[in-house]
């Protein structure tokens, strides 16, 4: 009985070994293309580039321990809301990495500014979803209110999806269709 046994364990080995070598990814000869993930990259030249140090100061938000931290940049002009969004939505710079600052924004969530206009930036979000089962949405929404609402021109941000509002999470967990500013983040933001 114990040579049928070691039979079969030879065999169900010898099985499992065959599957798990199939379970590989195959080896190709030439290289393919593919695609990038939703929203944008940064690029060494909006992060790393010599727009650090100017005359005018520009204010983003970024993540540090799940907490948001208004990080002020010296750029060499203003920026309209869509391009300080931009500049957001590239990631903190390679000094700003280095002292631990992290963006909950690539991969959760593509924006563009719409405008604004009355002291509200309206802020289109395309690539953010139920589907998407991040737990930091609401960092990532936080650092796009805070940096937009750091500006002269805006108190308020709303959020549009297919021309709707749509519902964003504040701090506290709740979902808001109204538009939003720094006290619905206010339990993450860490003073300066």
């Known amino acids: 009985m114990s040579r049928r046994f070691a039979a079969r364990a030879l065999l169900a080995a010898l099985v499992a070994a065959c599957t798990v ?8 000869d030439t290289p393919r293309a593919v695609e990038a993930p939703p929203g944008p990259f940064p690029s060494a030249a909006t992060v790393d580039g010599p727009a650090t140090v100017g005359p005018v100061t ?5 993540v540090q321990d799940d907490r948001l931290v208004p990080v002020d ?11 300080q969004l931009r500049d957001l939505l590239a990631g903190p710079s390679a000094v700003e990495r280095d002292s631990g600052l992290t963006s909950a924004l690539p991969g959760a969530i593509g924006a563009a500014v719409v405008g604004v ?7 289109r979000v ?8 991040r737990s930091d949405e609401v960092l990532a929404f936080g650092q796009i209110v805070c940096t937009l609402a750091a500006r002269d021109d805006v108190d308020a941000v709303a959020f549009l999806r297919d021309g709707h509002p749509l519902g964003v ?21 860490v003073t300066r």
């Open 21 to 28: 070598a199939g379970c590989g990814v195959p080896a190709e």
């Open 117 to 123: 206009a009355d002291g509200q930036a309206r802020v």
């Open 73 to 83: 940049r010296r750029v060499s002009r203003s920026l309209d809301a869509e391009a």
């Open 126 to 133: 395309d690539g953010t979803g139920d589907d998407t089962g």
């Open 169 to 189: 999470p504040r701090a506290d967990g709740s979902l808001s269709v109204q538009p939003l500013t720094p006290a619905d983040y206010a339990a993450l933001t």
């Open 58 to 62: 520009m204010t983003l938000c970024f």
